[in-house]
């Protein structure tokens, strides 16, 4: 599991089965997310099969992004490469660092996203108008 992605890989949560009790996963941040974790919100009710969220790259802001239920499609760009992932296991999560515009569709009705961040909501740091995003990666890539 691999991505051509600047700033963005998979993280596999260790699954402990618990018997009969179930599977417990567990995300502790400076351990298995890189980051410390400030922020946790989470995503549901996607009943339109047309919903499209995202749309965005954030300037300082790291995350890992989880389909805790169902499954869902994230288009990545990194201002030089293009890729779809599809998130379906509980336990893998995709790494967005900064500068990755990402595009979240094709959500099973059932899907549950959570997201843990590494900073508190701030709508200056989000950049969602593409071309501006697009001019801030290229001059990052030389």
Same mark, same amino acid.
């Not at 567990?26 to 499209?52: C, G, M, P, T």
């Not at 802001?61 to 998130?87: A, H, M, N, P, R």
């Given at each position: ?58 300037? +300082? *802001? ?9 499954? #869902?499609? $994230?288009?990545? @760009?990194?201002?030089?490469?293009? !890729? ?17 515009? +990402? *595009? ?9 996203? #959570?997201? $843990?961040?590494? @900073?508190?909501?701030?709508?200056? !740091? ?17």
């Amino acid at each position: 599991m691999s991505l051509n992605i600047r700033n963005s890989r998979f993280i596999e949560l260790p699954k402990i089965k618990d018997g009969r009790d179930g599977i417990l996963c567990v995300a502790e941040q400076q351990k298995n997310i890189s980051f410390d974790i400030k922020r946790v919100f989470y995503i549901y009710d996607l009943h339109d099969n047309n919903a499209v969220r995202g749309k965005h790259a954030h300037k +300082n *802001v790291e995350q890992v992004i989880f389909c805790i239920k169902g499954s #869902l499609e $994230l288009l990545l @760009d990194d201002g030089l490469y293009k !890729e779809t992932v599809k998130l379906e296991k509980p336990n893998v999560g995709l790494y967005l660092g900064t500068y990755v515009w +990402n *595009v979240m569709t094709k959500f099973s009705e059932d899907c549950i996203l #959570l997201v $843990l961040a590494s @900073d508190f909501y701030n709508e200056n !740091e989000y950049i969602r108008d593409y071309n501006q995003f697009l001019a801030i990666a290229l001059k990052q890539s030389e």
